[in-house]
């Protein structure tokens, strides 16, 4: 099993920064892929950005220049640099952790961190 704590979250204004942290325990191998995804009320979960543990990365179109993702593999830990903040970033963040299987793939999820920004 894995568990994933989310923290960094809360309100910022308009063009500020914050971080998120993500601890992962648990069994975690080489080929899980650590991300976080959001999601707005009435919206439908998406992507912001992932990261592989040979560290390739990719991210939403509406985040690109202004987040950063990374990853401590010692600490199984994954972070969201987020930079220039706008209100439309007001969201539950969560973290997750994605296991290619052999034809599917399992997904785990964090709790949800909540990050509001304002005009």
């Known amino acids: 099993q894995v568990q994933l704590v989310e923290s960094g979250g809360g309100l910022v204004q308009a063009g500020g920064s914050l971080r998120l942290s993500c601890a992962a325990s648990g069994t975690i191998f080489s080929i899980d892929v650590l991300g976080w995804y959001r999601q707005a009320p009435g919206q439908q979960r998406e992507l912001v950005a992932a990261?592989?543990?040979?560290?390739?990365?990719n991210y939403g179109d509406s985040v690109k220049g202004r987040f950063t993702i990374s990853r401590d593999n010692a600490k199984s830990t994954v972070y969201l640099q987020m930079n220039s903040l706008k209100p439309e970033d007001t969201a539950v963040y969560y973290c997750?952790?994605?296991?290619?299987?052999?034809?599917?793939?399992?997904?785990?999820w964090g709790q949800g961190t909540q990050v509001t920004v304002s005009s």
């Open positions: 997750n952790l994605e296991r290619p299987l052999d034809y599917t793939k399992r997904n785990y």
């Open positions: 990261i592989s543990s040979g560290f390739i990365t």
